[in-house]
């Protein structure tokens, strides 16, 4: 018997407590999205409004118009994508490698190399910074968007091997061992067998690397000083006078920014939680 037939108002009141907290967090979640996209969507005038006033002001695309014809704007999208999808590729590449010796292969020393992957994951970026920008200067990769995706693989690339490795584990072994009787090389066994196997971890880790280089401020805003990434170049956003903070065009370029990144994690939504669900339960 279960709860609805025995005692049916406190099974009805447990079902609306569940959808009203459902609501209340769906709220906080969405409410700054919601109300970023109304002030992107406003004229600098309206901002001041009362709320109920803000919410029926008149809508305008006039903020969009502004950032769309910004050259640093421009500019810092696609410094933006070259970084982030130059990170995410090398991160992939080695990160296969790593997990595949990780998760296949014996050795001494592999807990270790395990637990060191996971302490970088977790060191704090500003720990590093000093370092990494003496390595940037002497290297003379200041201001240029290959020093920032060499930085950028400092956290890249431990997460993708931290992830890929644990899938890579609960790969059937007989996959692998019919690919070498057949008389296929480890390299082919794995770009040819093990890859498209992996394709669901693939992409899950290449997607969420992806945001967090999209995303980075702290390094972008150290190691260039005018081929900056779309965050550092949104930050710098300014007035025309010092005292005057464009609110309109900071959110519309917030919102153009975050809408590729929501569309990504829809589309691949399926692969991502087969990816994360991944060897968190061994058959």
């Known amino acids: 018997m ?25 709220f906080y979640l969405l409410a700054p999205f919601f109300w970023a996209v109304l002030t992107s969507l406003r004229s600098p005038g309206d901002l001041f409004l009362p709320p109920a006033q803000f919410i029926t002001a008149e809508t305008t695309f ?6 769309f014809a910004n050259p640093n704007f421009q500019r810092g999208l696609l410094y933006s994508l070259i970084v982030a999808v ?44 000093s370092g990494l920008y003496t390595l940037i200067s002497n290297l003379g990769l200041y201001n240029n968007p290959v020093g920032l995706i060499l930085t950028y693989l400092i956290f890249t690339i431990p997460f993708t091997v931290w992830v890929l490795t644990s899938f890579v584990r609960d790969i059937p072994g007989e996959l692998e061992e019919a690919a070498l009787v057949d ?32 995303n980075e401020y702290l390094f972008a805003l150290t190691f ?21 903070q464009p609110w309109g065009p900071i959110m519309a370029a917030s919102i153009v920014v975050t809408v590729p990144l929501i569309i990504l994690v829809l589309v691949f939504q399926r692969n991502i939680v087969s990816g994360l669900t991944a060897g968190a339960v061994k058959g």
Not at 62 to 67: D, G, H, L
Not at 187 to 202: D, G, K
């Open 183 to 214: 008389g296929a090389s480890p390299l082919q066994t794995l770009f040819q067998v093990l890859f498209p196997v992996m394709m669901p971890a693939l992409v899950t880790t290449g997607l969420l690397a992806f945001i967090n280089a999209w």
């Open 62 to 67: 006039q903020n969009y118009t502004q950032v």
């Open 86 to 129: 130059g990170s995410v590729l090398i991160s992939l590449l080695i990160g296969s490698f790593a997990a595949y010796a990780l998760g296949r292969f014996r050795f001494s020393g592999k807990q270790i190399i395990m637990y060191v992957i996971l302490a970088v994951s977790v060191f704090p970026q500003i720990a590093v910074l």
């Open 2 to 26: 279960n709860l609805k037939t025995t005692n049916p108002a406190l099974y009805y009141l447990q079902r609306a407590a569940f959808y009203l907290l459902v609501l209340v967090i769906a």
């Open 224 to 244: 260039t000083s005018t081929n900056r990434t779309v965050p550092v170049v949104i930050a710098n956003y300014s007035g025309a006078t010092q005292f005057d």
